[in-house]
């Protein structure tokens, strides 16, 4: 019995250390941890303050998916499984630290894409109907809180980091702001 108990115990010790790694290394990059499922791209500044451009992208065509790659940026609307995003900066404030803006009015800046059905949602204000506080890594300002899909779905309006992999968006990790 007490070998049994004990090698439960070590089962448990091994698992959780993995999935305390697991998590330690998604909340160290934008794409760190869920590497399997995407490419580890370069992650821009969170708090940048350059509208990022997607040089490939031809906004004459209509709205459609940004390249490959991790935007920072805000869904501005969510219909059925198709996200439309568009590129947000930090704006420096005068009575504020700052604030987060878009493209300027009249702007055609904009992109859409479907929601993967596996997407990693990291959220920076709790998985709950109402936001709760917090749940952010404190170095980076960026969410650590995975949270379903369905979440995600509901959300909309919260600056993050949006990362397209073939057409999709696979990731998306809030950015906290006051």
Not at 6 to 29: D, N, Y
Not at 59 to 66: A, E, L, P, V
């Amino acid at each position: 019995m007490r070998g049994l108990l004990a090698a439960g115990a070590a089962v448990v010790v091994a698992l959780s250390s993995g999935v305390a790694a697991h998590a330690a290394s998604a909340v160290a990059g934008a794409s760190s941890g869920y590497a399997a499922a995407f490419p580890n791209f370069k992650a821009p500044k969170p708090f940048g303050t350059t509208l990022q451009s997607d040089p490939k992208h031809d906004f004459t065509k209509g709205i459609h998916s940004r390249h490959d790659g991790i935007l920072r940026g805000r869904i501005t609307l969510i219909r059925g499984d198709v996200a439309e995003y568009q590129p947000i900066k930090w704006k420096k404030g005068t009575e504020t630290e700052g604030y987060f803006v878009g493209p300027p009015e009249g702007d055609v800046m904009a992109y859409a894409s479907p929601v993967a059905k596996d997407v990693v949602y990291l959220s920076a204000f709790g998985c709950g109907k109402s936001e709760g506080g917090m749940t952010i890594n404190r170095d980076t300002g960026l969410g650590d809180k995975r949270c379903s899909r369905s979440v995600l779905m509901k959300r909309e309006g919260k600056p993050a980091l949006i990362t397209v992999y073939k057409g999709k968006i696979v990731q998306v990790q809030e950015i906290w702001t006051p």
